[in-house]
């Protein structure tokens, strides 16, 4: 299978740079996938799960908002955050996601509101990553 370059970078590290067979992330329209030679575009990146092939071998991890950008085979994401599904405290992420829908419940102020919704996305794509779910 044809490969191509793909690089993920937050504010704090250059979290992957290799190769992929194919990728599969959110944007606020919905999922995307990419294969090699995909034609050019920038999207904007929503706060989700990333899932990529290499050889066969699957990986995934929780992605904050962010821009993809797909040029000349190469694939680039600037995102707020990542984290590979095998750094994911799972007990931890649906307990932050416990705490802000508790906070959605109880806070009227629309500031709050969407700071919740944010912190609930955030917990609700770690949980995804780490192969969890809110019960």
């Not at 990542?82 to 419940?105: G, L, N, T, Y």
Request: with cysteine; glycine share 6%.
């Amino acid at each position: 299978m044809k490969t191509f370059k793909l690089l993920i970078r937050t504010p704090e590290r250059s979290a992957y740079e290799g190769e992929a067979d194919a990728i599969v992330f959110s944007t606020p329209e919905g999922r995307i996938g990419i294969m090699a030679n995909h034609m050019p575009i920038v999207t904007a990146v929503a706060e989700d799960t990333i899932e990529f092939k290499l050889n066969g071998e699957e990986r995934t991890a929780a992605i904050g908002q962010g821009v993809c950008k797909i040029f000349d085979n190469v694939v680039e994401f600037d995102v707020t955050s990542m984290e590979w599904s095998d750094e994911i405290d799972a007990a931890r992420a649906k307990e932050a996601f416990e705490r802000a829908a508790q906070r959605m419940k109880e806070q009227a102020d629309r500031v709050e509101q969407a700071r919740n919704q944010a912190s609930m996305a955030r917990a609700l794509a770690r949980l995804k990553a780490a192969g969890g779910g809110v019960t």
